[in-house]
């Protein structure tokens, strides 16, 4: 897989909801073959305007981490990868070798 370019598409200040949260950072990550935002909420009571954006890292580096820590079972060997080509009934597919 190819590397993300990772940048801050939008800081948003918002309505407070249900936590407090009243500062939205918009993550945009591009890659070949995907592309994708995510946003990431703050209180900005709590930090200081050029802190904001490092606070906002952080977190989506702990949304990061937790994803990686809930989905680590799911990652397949490259034997189960090709014993799944192997027995794809799928018409035209051919196994890679």
Known sequence: MNMFEITIARIEVILPNARGED????????SRQTSFTLPIFLKSCEFDDTEIV???RSQLHDVFAQLCSQC??????????RELARISVRPGVKAQE
Do not use: G, N
Not at 23 to 30: A, K, S
Not at 72 to 81: A, I, K
């Open 23 to 30: 500062i939205r950072l918009t993550f945009q990550f591009e």
């Open 54 to 56: 490092r606070v906002a």
């Open 72 to 81: 680590e079972d799911w990652q397949l060997t490259e034997d189960e990868r």
